[in-house]
RNA sequence: GGCGCUAUCGUCUAAGGGUUAGGACAGGGCCCUCUCAAGGCUCAGAUCGGGGUUCGAAUCCCCGUAGCGCUACCA
């Protein structure tokens, strides 16, 4: 069986580049029904965070892609330790006793820093005595540049990959405080979490060979991987959320409206295609149309609307998400719709049970002309409340000649119909303006203005059935 | 600096030797219409540059260029 694994560190908040990496990992797992673990890798003691943690789990729950089994990779430290005590042993990795430098060692010229020197050689008995008076150490891997050849395999995504040894520099497996580098930790939790497929950012396409010579080295099977292009912002430069703000946060998509489905819809079609051209798929299209061969191999940029007055995400994201919000089923609508009622105050425990009918009904007639689950709060005001503002615009429609009159009269006629339907009502409307000569246009839209304040809305009959008859008499007569 | 990855409309992408280089978002226009959407139609818009290979190259090879990644006792 297949298994994959997400490995976030909890040092900053889910970001929209391990979403997506967290989305690749589960199709692929259910396309081929394997299994998923999410693995925190808390290795970095000094920089992990409990918020960032819960802000990771929070982003990866509401995406609503369950895994199987969870980890903390802090909880397996022996089994790294262990593993870098039987390297030492063995002799695949030594002793670096050179203190530590501040900041990176950036080389000055020529190639790239491999070890520091001397301490690849030391003696073995003078790297205990050293050990066992206390000196402070690093256990470093001990690269076989000897080899005049290299490191090859295969990723699923970018090919045949190969890297000399001698372009390989001994990375540290323990650090001087006795924690494990990620390199460690991970490979030997990948070893026995029973990985299968190593799924991740193509920022670690280079450490793979590092990692797959501890695999060698621990002398278990190496998994297979693949390796994604990475999501960068519109200046072209790797998302951050200093640079590009809140549409790197998963949590904003969701805090702006999005629903989880069209969130994962558009998030897998960076770097990914389904090859004919469809790009609205619901999970289960999703699951069968994904291949993890079919993942490009070129970074791809995550733009942000500029149009002042939009939201800042991706024009595209809103689309996708309004094509899911109109074309679910309204049922499976309903709960995010009550959530963003209840974000604005507007929810009542009614619309849950005796009215749950109409709110069902409200919700289908929104929707139509909504993209983000968010806008049921910000533009129906008038359906969920009875007190609303007019638009200027709203307000222009009603001060067209004799409109005002020509309501007060229809909200005669309407307070009078005696079965209160969308067909009656359209009648009441159509005779009426026939009766005074007036364009059907004028109080259709003047009633629309009248009900909601707004001119825009569903079907000007549709909303009087939704507002109520003697809700929409009062407010025919009000204006 | 070293090592590596990548390069198609503004953006996401299709086409992996032969197509008027296709679709989608965004933009323009038209239709539909009680408004706004939705929907339908339509316009504009791309193969980074240079060499090869080939009857034929977006596609294969080489060289440039650009972007990105790695080059830490971060992950």
């Not at 369950?66 to 695949?92: K, M, N």
């Not at 000196?135 to 970018?158: H, Q, S, T």
């Amino acid at each position: 069986m297949n298994r994959v694994r997400f490995a976030p560190s909890p040092t900053g908040f889910l970001h929209i580049g391990g979403a997506r990496t967290y989305i690749f990992n589960w199709l692929f797992a259910q396309a081929t029904g394997g299994q998923v673990v999410l693995r925190i890798d808390d290795t970095d003691t000094g920089r992990n965070t409990d918020e960032s943690l819960r802000s990771i789990l929070d982003g990866l729950r509401w995406l609503d892609l369950p895994w199987d089994e969870r980890h903390f990779q802090s909880e397996r430290r022996r089994s790294h330790v262990e593993a870098a005590v039987s390297l030492l042993a063995a002799g695949a990795a030594y002793r670096d006793f050179t203190p530590e430098s501040d900041g990176p060692a950036t080389p000055t010229g020529g190639n790239a820093w491999l070890c520091n020197t001397g301490m690849r050689e030391l003696d073995a008995t003078e790297s205990d005595r050293r050990a066992s008076a206390g000196e402070p150490f690093v256990v470093r891997f001990r690269v076989p540049r000897e080899n005049p050849k290299g490191v090859a395999f295969k990723d699923l995504v970018y090919r045949k990959q190969f890297r000399k040894y001698a372009d390989i520099e001994d990375f540290a497996l323990l650090r001087s405080n006795g924690q494990p580098t990620y390199h460690l930790a991970s490979t030997v939790d990948d070893a026995e979490l029973r990985i299968t497929h190593v799924i991740r950012g193509q920022d670690h396409l280079t450490n793979t060979f590092k990692h797959i010579l501890l695999f060698d080295a621990l002398g278990c099977g190496r998994p297979q991987f693949a390796h994604l292009p990475l999501l960068l912002g519109p200046d072209g430069s790797k998302l951050s959320k200093r640079r590009h703000g809140s549409v790197v946060s998963v949590t904003n998509y969701r805090d702006q409206g999005f629903l989880p489905q069209g969130f994962v819809n558009y998030l897998s079609l960076l770097g990914w295609s389904p090859k004919n051209n469809r790009e609205v798929l619901g999970i289960a299209e999703l699951v069968s149309a994904f291949r993890i061969g079919n993942v490009l191999r070129t970074n791809a940029v995550v733009q942000v609307a500029e149009r002042p007055g939009d939201i800042p995400v991706d024009p595209k994201a809103v689309w996708l998400n309004g094509r899911h919000l109109r074309s679910m089923p309204v049922d499976d609508l309903l709960p995010f719709v009550e959530r963003a009622l209840r974000d604005m105050g507007w929810w009542s425990d009614e619309l849950g049970t005796t009215r749950r009918d109409w709110f069902r009904d409200a919700v289908g007639a929104l929707r139509s002309r909504l993209n983000l689950v968010s806008e049921f709060g910000v533009r129906c005001r008038a359906y969920f409340r009875d007190e609303f503002g007019y638009e200027a615009k709203a307000i222009k429609n009603l001060d067209k000649a004799g409109v005002r009159r020509s309501l007060h009269l229809l909200a005669d006629r309407i307070e009078a119909v005696p079965v209160f339907s969308e067909k009656s009502v359209e009648h009441e409307v159509r005779s009426l303006a026939e009766e005074l000569g007036m364009k059907a246009g004028l109080l259709i839209n003047g009633s629309r203005a009248a009900l909601t304040g707004q001119t825009v809305g569903p079907s000007a009959f549709k909303v009087f059935t939704l507002v109520g008859k003697s809700r929409s008499v009062n407010r025919l007569r009000a204006v």
